[in-house]
């Protein structure tokens, strides 16, 4: 991907085990495909929510995001189970900071959080903005706990 960039910064002290940890992404999309993927360091835990942040010169409406693993699985993918809704990093907005709370919530009980539903992984993760537009950018943080709380 010719004219994509990314630059990734993780907002933690490496010795504080029960710190919240943030992984900063600071993207530009590709000039003609509008896509851009940007791979961390290997992340032990569990993953907590993600802040989606348009950039100056904002992508396209309704762009999407996924987080895989080193196995190219979406680690969001299976959150849902039988009776839940699976967070969703797709259809982000063009002008407003948005927030998404990576647990699945049961439809059937006046939706709830369904313990025990958050990603937990160990490996590198690999983000991927498609359909931004050309030359666009944005802000992905992705906030995770070195604890296993699933």
């Known amino acids: 991907m010719a004219g994509s960039a990314s630059t990734i910064t993780y907002d933690y002290e490496s010795n504080t085990p029960d710190q919240i940890k943030r992984i900063k992404i600071a993207w530009t999309s590709d000039a003609a495909a509008g896509t851009v993927t940007a791979t961390t360091k290997r992340i032990s835990g569990t993953l907590l929510y993600v802040v989606t942040d348009p950039g100056t010169a904002a992508p396209t409406d309704n762009y999407d995001i996924t987080i895989k693993d080193e196995f190219a699985i979406d680690v969001l993918a299976d959150l849902g189970g039988t009776n839940g809704t699976a967070p969703t990093l797709a259809n982000r907005d063009t002008t407003n900071t948005e927030k998404v709370r990576l647990v699945a919530e049961d439809n059937t009980v006046n939706t709830i959080q369904i313990p025990g539903s958050r990603p937990i992984v160990n490996s590198p993760l690999t983000v991927a903005v498609a359909?931004?537009?050309?030359?666009?950018?944005?802000?992905?943080?992705?906030?995770?706990?070195?604890?296993?709380r699933g």
Not at 133 to 147: L, Q, R
């Open 131 to 148: 359909a931004a537009g050309n030359s666009k950018e944005g802000t992905i943080y992705i906030y995770w706990t070195p604890n296993v």
